[in-house]
């Protein structure tokens, strides 16, 4: 009786899922048990939908780990991109490389939207004939397949891939003031139709990194190079560099460490404050994941999920990060997550309260889950395949999948309901229930 209670005042259209003091409110008006506050407590805190759907409101799970100062210049590389820009001739995008050392940067102009299996061969042409290979790469955007990656550039350079570079999904936060930075030049430069922006990347780029940085206190030319570099028509003569140049770039780029190590302690002690040691979460442990930086079927994000899962761990993948069990659908999808993205699956003991995963139906004598509806067919190479959603689990990338149309069987209501919502799409031609 009291479940029941909680679904309707709780879980129904009606009610839509309110907080657990608005829960006791509503049901205080018809309502009254012993310990109703503790029972209305759990069973809102245990929440499916709350879980999957609210935002979170503790801090963030994990202090700030500071990615490792690099041993010298060019050794460890930031990449990102900066997207949906008005075209300039055939571009629409910029590749940001920046050297994490120096902060020198390198801004690139590909001719379209590029993916993992392009950027090898503008990393070689713009990165590698000039700089050769770095210690590690960081990346703070999901855009990006580790894996394609590296077996692309290593394949084309023909170099074995156990190659000791490391690419690390992490940020050590400058991709937005960089960011800032180069959009507020172009601002000023650009002609009124926003259609030549390529053009002034080249001068873009010099003015940045022959200007000081805030946190090396000096250009990123002359911590490359000992030297800053004119840019007058006039030439004032410099001294050059007094005594052995090796020694006095080595001389430079202690300092720029030591710099450095300053800002860091400085950014941590403040980043810190927005977060919290994490919990503990032990294999076998179930948690949710949140949304960002994976691609959906659903048209938007912002309509979406906050929360997927939940999903089981399977072990701890360092001290920031757990490996989860991912469902098959998901194999393009690199299964360690950093433990911010992470929230507990808080535990019930209230019967029958939520069901995580609907039981599988048998078909003959094998398991099988039953198709709640078509989304989407689409032909491939020949061959129909239907975008299909499972009875009872919700709209989420691991509850749909693409499968061929003839391992389906479908209803004849599902086949006439899509073809009523979609009437340009080709029917599912696929055996009928």
């Known amino acids: 009786m009291q479940l029941k209670i909680l679904q309707k005042h709780h879980k129904s259209p009606l009610a839509g899922l309110p907080d657990q003091m608005k829960t006791l409110k509503h049901i205080q008006r018809d309502f009254s048990w012993v310990c109703m506050n503790l029972f209305i407590k759990e069973y809102v805190s245990s929440c499916q939908k709350c879980s999957r759907n609210k935002k979170i409101n503790h801090k963030r799970f994990g202090l700030i780990k500071p990615l490792q100062i690099p041993s ?3 050794n460890s590389l930031s990449i990102y991109f900066i997207t949906q820009l008005p075209l300039s001739k055939n571009f629409n995008s910029i590749l940001v490389v920046v050297d994490r050392l120096s902060k020198i940067e390198i801004f690139i102009a590909p001719y ?11 990393f070689i042409n713009h990165l590698f004939s000039k700089h050769g290979f770095p210690a590690s790469i960081v990346s703070d955007r999901g855009s990006l397949s580790v894996s394609s990656f590296w ?3 290593c394949q084309q350079l023909k170099i074995s891939r156990d190659h000791p570079t490391a690419f690390n999904p992490e940020t050590d936060g400058q991709s937005d003031r960089v960011n800032q930075i180069l959009e507020q030049y172009l601002q000023m430069y650009v002609s009124y139709h926003q259609d030549d922006w390529d053009t002034w990347l080249p001068l873009a780029q010099f003015s940045y990194n022959n200007a000081q940085h805030s946190s090396t206190k000096q250009s990123p030319f002359f911590t490359i190079y000992g030297i800053n570099p004119c840019f007058d028509s006039i030439i004032i003569s410099q001294d050059p560099p007094s005594g052995n140049l090796s020694t006095k770039l080595k001389s430079v780029q202690q300092v720029v460490k030591e710099e450095l190590e300053s800002e860091i ?9 927005n977060g919290t040691i994490p919990p503990d979460f032990q294999p076998g442990y179930k948690v949710w994941l949140a949304f960002k930086n994976i691609r959906t079927t659903r048209p938007t994000k912002k ?29 393009s999808v690199h299964p360690v997550f950093h433990v911010s993205l992470l929230e507990p699956v808080k535990k019930s003991s209230i019967p029958n309260q939520d069901q ?7 078909v003959e004598e094998q398991q099988a889950w039953e198709v709640a509806q078509v989304l989407d067919p689409k032909l491939k190479i020949c061959k129909l395949r239907c975008l299909v959603e499972w009875k009872g689990f919700s709209k989420e990338p691991e509850r749909t999948a693409w499968v061929p149309a003839s391992n389906l069987t479908i209803s004849p209501d599902l086949v006439s309901n899509f073809h009523s919502l979609y009437p340009d799409n080709p029917v599912p031609n696929i055996a009928r229930g």
């Open 72 to 74: 010298g210049p060019l």
């Open 112 to 122: 379209r939207a590029i993916t993992s299996l392009d950027l090898p061969p503008i």
């Open 151 to 153: 077996t692309q550039l």
């Open 265 to 273: 302690r400085r950014f941590k002690k403040y980043a810190d404050r």
């Open 356 to 362: 995580f995963s609907p039981p599988p139906i048998l």
């Open 303 to 331: 309509l979406s999920d906050i929360c997927l899962g939940p999903f089981e761990v399977f072990k701890k993948a360092g001290s920031h990060a757990y490996q989860l069990k991912l469902p098959l659908q998901w194999k």
